[in-house]
């Protein structure tokens, strides 16, 4: 009988199968969007939400941010704290960032790392972000777009890391429900996001305090969100006023 991880809970065969196989260069596209959206001069301190391992923070730290990288998975800051690096990284939960009552100059959610938890709960962690930014700070997040999945809901299969993945994508009103099993694991992940179109992203962070500034897809600003890419990058400005 297959283990079933709780909801959002993320397993092993997960980290194995997907964290450990993104591509270096992937990786260097969404640094150099990161560098040219918050240029060193004007946002050396920022706050990575949702680090895992410091995919981002690492890199970020090495060419002279100021990086504090939060996660709740203990393994996964514990292996970012092993890299050696200048970056803090710090194993709690996101929305529990006002505690650390420090301020940043801008702050990152990374890989689909946002929308967890209920519209209300996440309206709330953008405004708990909002209270530790400087004015004119910014936020940058990078999440699903809904209108890739409506058109891919049901089952479908991909290989990846020489794993059988058999992925069920579903819609529930705003919220996107993803099943994963995995050949010759007995192991099943599941998650759940609120997902938005692009209009309905900018007018739920504008109702929590900021100003969409940037709005496009592949790390790319010159490539607007669209049904066939699953993920947009949104930055924010936090006003002065």
Same mark, same amino acid.
């Given at each position: 009988?297959?283990?079933?991880?709780?909801?959002? !809970?993320?397993?092993?065969?997960?980290?194995?199968?997907?964290?450990?196989?993104?591509?270096?260069?992937?990786?260097?596209?969404?640094?150099?969007?990161?560098?040219?959206?918050?240029?060193?001069?004007?946002?050396?301190?920022?706050?990575?939400?949702?680090?895992?391992?410091?995919?981002?923070?690492?890199?970020?730290?090495?060419?002279?941010?100021?990086?504090?990288?939060?996660?709740?998975?203990?393994?996964?800051?514990?292996?970012?704290?092993?890299?050696? =690096?200048? !970056?803090?990284?710090?194993?709690?939960?996101?929305?529990?960032?006002?505690?650390?009552?420090?301020?940043?100059?801008?702050?990152?959610?990374?890989?689909?790392?946002?929308?967890?938890?209920?519209?209300?709960?996440?309206?709330?962690?953008?405004?708990?972000?909002?209270?530790?930014?400087?004015?004119?700070?910014?936020?940058?997040?990078?999440?699903?777009?809904?209108?890739?999945?409506?058109?891919?809901?049901?089952?479908?299969?991909?290989?990846?890391?020489?794993?059988?993945? =058999?992925?069920?994508?579903?819609?529930?009103?705003?919220?996107?429900?993803?099943?994963?099993?995995?050949?010759?694991?007995?192991?099943?992940?599941?998650?759940?996001?609120?997902?938005?179109?692009?209009?309905?992203?900018?007018?739920?962070?504008?109702?929590?305090?900021?100003?969409?500034?940037?709005?496009?897809?592949?790390?790319?600003?010159?490539?607007?969100?669209?049904?066939?890419?699953?993920?947009?990058?949104?930055?924010?400005?936090?006003?002065?006023?």
């Amino acid at each position: 009988m297959p283990t079933t991880i709780g909801v959002n !809970a993320i397993s092993d065969v997960w980290f194995r199968t997907f964290l450990d196989t993104v591509d270096p260069a992937q990786t260097a596209i969404e640094l150099a969007f990161l560098e040219r959206q918050l240029p060193l001069r004007d946002f050396a301190r920022v706050l990575d939400l949702c680090c895992g391992r410091g995919r981002h923070a690492l890199p970020l730290s090495d060419r002279g941010y100021a990086v504090t990288g939060v996660d709740r998975e203990a393994a996964l800051i514990a292996q970012a704290r092993a890299a050696g =690096t200048t !970056a803090t990284f710090l194993q709690m939960d996101v929305r529990e960032i006002r505690d650390l009552r420090q301020t940043w100059d801008a702050a990152l959610i990374m890989w689909a790392s946002f929308g967890y938890f209920t519209a209300k709960e996440n309206r709330a962690q953008l405004e708990t972000i909002r209270k530790c930014l400087r004015p004119g700070g910014r936020l940058i997040l990078d999440v699903y777009n809904y209108d890739f999945f409506l058109e891919r809901q049901g089952e479908r299969q991909m290989t990846r890391n020489g794993v059988l993945v =058999t992925q069920r994508f579903h819609i529930r009103d705003d919220r996107l429900e993803v099943e994963l099993r995995y050949g010759g694991h007995d192991v099943i992940d599941r998650f759940s996001w609120q997902i938005f179109r692009p209009e309905e992203l900018c007018t739920f962070v504008s109702e929590a305090g900021f100003e969409p500034i940037a709005l496009c897809a592949e790390f790319d600003e010159q490539k607007p969100p669209h049904s066939e890419v699953p993920r947009m990058q949104l930055v924010m400005a936090l006003g002065h006023g």
